[in-house]
C-alpha cells in the first residue's frame, strides 16, 4: 500500500470520506490530527449521488478515503474500487460481521447498508475508522484509542436513551413506516416493525401495488403516523396518506427522520449522535410514547436558528 507522506508544513492526514454520518466520526477519532472533507452534505441521497469533477481531484489527493460500501454509495463502487489499487481505500461499513448484516427478499445479495441505524453495529464501524487513522498515522495511536474510547462511551449512553423511550410506544403502535427501507437495523434494535415504501435503494419508484398493499395495513392496523425523510422525495408518502384518506382513514406525518444524510452542518442534528437523538425522540414521541422534547441531552432544535442567523 502506496502512503502519501504528509508535508512539513501540515502533518495532518488528510482525508475524504463519502457521507455525513462517516465524515462526523472520522473527525470525532480523528480530531485535530485529521482534516476531514465530506461528500456529502445534508439531504443528499448516497444512493443516488454521483462524484463531481472536483471529488475525483480531491479523492485521489488524499491520504485515504473513508466510505460506507455493502453498495451503498452505488455510484461510486466503481471508481474506489480503481482508487484502492494505489491508495488506502476503507469500506468502514463492511466491518459489521456478516452474520450481523441484515438481507432484504428483494435483493439476494446485498445486505442491507443502513448499519448507522443501530449503535451497536455503527460500532464496528468507529472501531474500523480507530484502526485506519492508526494505519495512516501510527504516531497518534494513544489518541486515537482514547478518543474512540470516549466516543463508544456516547454512542452507548445514547442507546440506552434509545432503548428507554422507545420501549414506552405501546404494543398496537409499534410501526415504523417510512419513504424508504433505511430503518431495518433501527427496527431490530428497538423491536419495532418496520416498513419502507421504497426498497433499500431510492433508485426505483414504488408501485402502485405497493402503495395499495400499505394502504389496506395503514387501515387494518390503525396506523396513525407515517415518516418523511431529508434525503428522499415525499411523493410517495403523500399517496400513502391519500390513499388512506380515500378510504376514509386519517394518516399523519409524525415527523422528517434523518435516514441516510444528517442534519445542517455546524447543529447538533449534523451529528450522527446528534442524528440518532432526533429520530429516537421523533418517533417515540410521534407513535404514542413518551421521550423528552429536547431529547436526550436537551439539545434537539436547539442550533437550528443559530445557523440560520450565522448564514
Ligand atoms: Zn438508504
Redesign the pocket.
Known amino acids: 500500500m502506496l502512503l502519501t507522506l504528509p508535508s512539513l508544513a501540515d502533518s495532518r492526514l488528510n482525508v475524504v470520506a463519502t457521507t455525513g454520518m462517516i465524515a462526523d466520526v472520522v473527525r470525532e477519532i480523528g480530531g485535530e490530527r485529521v482534516e476531514v472533507t465530506g461528500l456529502m452534505g445534508p439531504g443528499v ?3 443516488l449521488y454521483r462524484q463531481t469533477r472536483s471529488d475525483v481531484v480531491a479523492m485521489s489527493r488524499a491520504d485515504a478515503v473513508f466510505w460506507n460500501g455493502l453498495y ?1 454509495e452505488a455510484q461510486l463502487a466503481e471508481l474506489l474500487g480503481r482508487l484502492a489499487q494505489r491508495s488506502p481505500v476503507y469500506a468502514v461499513g463492511e466491518a459489521v460481521p456478516k452474520e450481523e448484516r441484515l438481507a432484504h427478499e428483494d435483493y439476494v445479495d446485498q445486505p442491507d ?2 448499519i448507522w441505524m443501530d449503535p451497536s453495529r455503527w460500532r464496528h464501524a468507529v472501531v474500523a475508522v480507530r484502526d485506519a487513522l492508526i494505519e495512516l498515522d501510527p504516531e497518534a495511536t494513544e489518541e486515537f484509542e482514547a478518543r474512540t474510547e470516549a466516543y463508544l462511551e456516547e454512542l452507548e449512553a445514547l442507546d440506552a436513551y434509545a432503548h428507554e423511550v422507545l420501549d414506552t410506544i405501546p404494543a398496537s403502535s409499534r410501526v415504523l413506516v417510512t419513504a ?3 430503518f431495518g437495523y433501527f427496527g431490530e434494535a428497538y423491536a419495532l416493525e418496520v416498513m419502507g415504501i421504497q426498497g ?3 433508485e426505483s419508484e414504488a408501485g402502485l401495488s405497493r402503495i395499495e398493499n400499505l394502504v389496506d395495513l395503514l387501515v387494518k392496523r390503525e396506523i396513525g403516523a407515517i415518516f418523511v425523510e431529508t ?2 422525495s415525499e411523493r410517495s408518502i403523500r399517496a400513502l396518506i391519500e390513499g388512506a384518506a380515500a378510504v376514509g382513514h386519517e394518516v399523519r406525518i409524525g415527523g422528517e427522520l434523518f ?2 444524510a444528517m442534519g445542517p452542518e455546524g447543529t447538533y442534528e449534523g451529528s450522527w449522535l446528534g442524528m440518532l437523538d432526533h429520530n429516537v425522540t421523533t418517533i417515540a414521541r410521534a407513535l404514542q410514547g413518551s421521550a423528552p422534547e429536547l431529547g436526550w441531552q436537551g439539545r434537539l432544535g436547539r442550533d437550528a436558528s443559530h445557523t440560520i442567523e450565522e448564514e
Open positions: 441521497d448516497p444512493h451503498l447498508p443502513h424508504h427501507d433505511a433499500f435503494s431510492t434525503s428522499v435516514s441516510d
